[in-house]
């Protein structure tokens, strides 16, 4: 409505003066994105006695009016909303590792879910609130390997912390799921890794039974394990029962760096995972930003591999030059 008619703009605008309220454009909703749809309430409840006057006065003559009723209904979602909110901000952030924390977001955007139904919002907000949770079931049911990793990697969680957390997370989903049998199979994977890792940073000699034994196969001596593998199993035993001291200003890749003696393996392990970006909500923007910045003709002066990326990405065709065909 404030957007719909210069009339509106005018008096929305005459309205914020009399409140002493800066004008501001409202976002949209956008049907398949609940983060518009969360901008959209926080912008529409801070402006709320001037949408309550310019609607009212608008449907005076039908007799449909903004009740108080009403607003508390959009807070209820507005409140559930930003906790999603905030997880997809931290999920899209690139300058700090986060991909241990999507375990634990999660929990949180669940658990606000359960705690609002249980709270009897009402017929509509109970409906919108099971829809939100059939849609959440049909994406974050099982958990990628790499983000229970991760969580693993994080010294303050290790193997006991993501036990519990998995646990309270199907609980609040109301989901069987077989956490003891994940989380071993999450701790064979490192395992794995780290006699991987190992020989890469130690090589083996010549006829080491190093990659038979990561297959059960059993090595020149009967013991099924060579050197390398025996000393990163030590070292994923020795960091799974390290006493771990919280940090005021607890940073993960810090820590790694200042335990990367004691457990080399594992922080190059860490390194690595950790720097794998949660999500490509950060990527996808770059390349919808770069749609508005370049148009078909300034990609003919990229080069030709960053070309058909570029037009594989934002799905324009560039001009052809006779140097390219």
Same mark, same amino acid.
């Given at each position: 409505?404030v957007?719909?008619?210069?009339?509106?703009?005018?008096?929305f605008?005459?309205k914020c003066?009399e409140?002493?309220?800066?004008?501001?454009?409202?976002?949209?909703?956008?049907?398949?994105?609940?983060?518009s749809?969360y901008?959209?309430?926080?912008d529409a409840?801070a402006?709320?006695d001037i949408?309550?006057?310019?609607?009212?006065?608008?449907?005076?003559?039908?007799g449909?009016f903004i009740?108080?009723?009403h607003?508390?209904l959009a807070?209820?979602?507005?409140?559930?909303?930003?906790?999603?909110d905030?997880?997809?901000?931290i999920f899209?952030y690139?300058?700090?590792?986060?991909?241990?924390t999507?375990?634990l977001e999660?929990?949180k *955007? !669940?658990?606000?879910?359960k705690?609002t @139904?249980?709270a009897? #919002?009402g017929v509509?907000v109970?409906?919108?609130?099971?829809?939100?949770?059939?849609?959440w079931?049909?994406y974050f049911?099982?958990?990628?390997?790499?983000y229970?990793?991760?969580?693993?990697?994080d010294?303050?969680?290790?193997?006991?912390g993501?036990?519990?957390?998995?646990?309270?997370?199907?609980?609040q989903?109301d989901?069987q799921?077989?956490?003891p049998y994940?989380?071993?199979?999450?701790?064979?994977?490192?395992?794995r890794l780290c006699?991987?890792?190992?020989?890469m940073i130690?090589?083996?000699?010549?006829?080491?039974s190093?990659?038979?034994?990561r297959?059960g196969i059993?090595?020149?001596?009967?013991?099924?394990?060579?050197?390398s593998?025996?000393?990163?199993?030590?070292?994923?035993?020795?960091?799974?029962?390290y006493?771990?001291?919280?940090?005021e200003?607890?940073? *993960? !890749?810090?820590w790694?760096k200042?335990? @990367?003696?004691?457990f #080399?393996v594992l922080a190059?392990i860490?390194?690595?995972i950790?720097a794998i970006?949660?999500?490509?909500?950060?990527?996808?923007s770059a390349?919808?930003a770069?749609?508005?910045?370049?148009?078909?003709?300034?990609?003919?002066?990229l080069?030709?591999?960053l070309?058909?990326?570029?037009?594989?990405?934002i799905?324009?065709?560039p001009?052809?030059?006779?140097?390219?065909?």
């Amino acid at each position: 409505m404030v957007r719909a008619a210069r009339s509106a703009k005018r008096i929305f605008k005459q309205k914020c003066e009399e409140y002493g309220l800066r004008k501001k454009v409202i976002a949209l909703d956008t049907p398949t994105q609940w983060n518009s749809t969360y901008k959209l309430l926080h912008d529409a409840i801070a402006y709320r006695d001037i949408l309550i006057d310019m609607y009212n006065e608008s449907q005076a003559t039908d007799g449909q009016f903004i009740t108080n009723d009403h607003w508390s209904l959009a807070k209820i979602v507005h409140d559930v909303l930003e906790t999603f909110d905030n997880a997809t901000h931290i999920f899209s952030y690139v300058y700090e590792p986060n991909i241990h924390t999507v375990i634990l977001e999660c929990i949180k *955007i !669940i658990c606000t879910i359960k705690q609002t @139904s249980l709270a009897k #919002p009402g017929v509509a907000v109970k409906r919108l609130l099971d829809n939100m949770k059939v849609k959440w079931c049909a994406y974050f049911t099982g958990f990628p390997p790499i983000y229970a990793i991760a969580a693993i990697l994080d010294p303050s969680v290790k193997l006991e912390g993501l036990t519990n957390l998995l646990t309270f997370y199907y609980q609040q989903l109301d989901v069987q799921f077989d956490v003891p049998y994940y989380v071993n199979n999450c701790k064979r994977i490192l395992e794995r890794l780290c006699e991987d890792y190992g020989a890469m940073i130690q090589p083996q000699p010549v006829g080491s039974s190093t990659g038979a034994s990561r297959f059960g196969i059993l090595g020149p001596d009967g013991s099924g394990s060579s050197s390398s593998s025996s000393s990163s199993n030590i070292g994923i035993s020795e960091y799974l029962t390290y006493q771990f001291e919280s940090e005021e200003n607890f940073h *993960i !890749i810090q820590w790694w760096k200042n335990h @990367s003696s004691k457990f #080399p393996v594992l922080a190059r392990i860490a390194k690595n995972i950790l720097a794998i970006p949660t999500s490509t909500i950060a990527s996808e923007s770059a390349f919808s930003a770069g749609r508005r910045v370049l148009d078909k003709k300034d990609l003919v002066f990229l080069p030709k591999a960053l070309k058909c990326v570029y037009v594989r990405r934002i799905g324009i065709k560039p001009r052809i030059e006779h140097k390219d065909l």
